[in-house]
């Protein structure tokens, strides 16, 4: 079946405009997640939904980051004035659920986000 | 607080050697730990999870993993290294109410013809 996708796979913008990256889950996965991946910080949580609500939203690095949720599947996240340091690659996962035994966590191909 | 450490950033082994890629865990609880691998331009796949049942756990392609208590480490290894190895290699915790993964730093397999 279908896998967590992402769009777009690359995206180059200029500091200080907006951007929105997309991920569509694989279909029936209640819980969903952005993790950031970059040569400094490694592997980052960022925020995850169980349905449409974030209970843990506690690793956005600042208030320029945001994200939501609608009808339990699709997920944008979106970052307002850009910075450099935004740089990075956005990787989204999903899973049955984010608590028992289905919190087995599948992962999309990653958003590569350059900011210029 | 629940963390996970890999003690080598870089292994290269010669193709058909073993593999060994060491991971520490701390936690106050037991601990649910996965082992994930990326190649290059590749997503992140499980290789394998530890979930309080068996402690010697298999996963995909030949590897496995055994969880330790005792020295609080959950090490991956595999009988003989395939070029197609060649990967990075994440050592994961999930906290005990679940939710987000916390990664190690990631360990870079080399693999010598």
């Known amino acids: 079946g279908a896998g967590v996708s992402q769009s777009p796979s690359n995206k180059v913008t200029e500091k200080g405009k907006d951007v929105e990256l997309r991920c569509d889950p694989i279909?029936?996965?209640?819980?969903l997640y952005w993790y950031r991946q970059s040569l400094g910080q490694g592997l980052e949580f960022l925020i995850y939904?169980?349905?449409?609500?974030?209970?843990?939203k506690s690793g956005l690095p600042s208030d320029r980051f945001s994200a939501e949720r609608t009808g339990g599947s699709v997920s944008t996240l979106t970052i307002q004035r850009t910075q450099q340091e935004d740089s990075a690659v956005y990787l989204c996962a999903s899973s049955l659920s984010a608590s028992g035994t289905h919190y087995e966590q599948y992962f999309g191909p990653g958003t590569r986000l350059t900011v210029t | 607080a629940q963390s996970v450490t890999q003690l080598d950033s870089h292994v290269s082994v010669s193709e058909g050697t073993p593999v060994l890629l060491r991971c520490n865990y701390s936690s106050s609880y037991s601990p649910s730990l996965f082992w994930y691998v990326q190649h290059p331009n590749k997503g992140l796949q499980l290789l394998l999870k530890y979930t309080s049942a068996a402690t010697l756990v298999k996963g995909i392609n030949g590897f496995e993993a055994e969880f330790k208590k005792s020295e609080t480490s959950f090490h991956l290894t595999k009988p003989s290294a395939h070029m197609s190895d060649a990967a990075e290699y994440f050592c994961?915790?999930?906290?005990?109410?679940?939710?987000?993964?916390?990664f190690g730093q990631g360990t870079e397999l080399s693999v010598k013809p």
């Open positions: 279909s029936g996965h209640t819980a």
């Open positions: 994961v915790v999930i906290p005990n109410q679940g939710g987000k993964l916390i």
């Open positions: 939904f169980q349905g449409n609500s974030a209970p843990d």
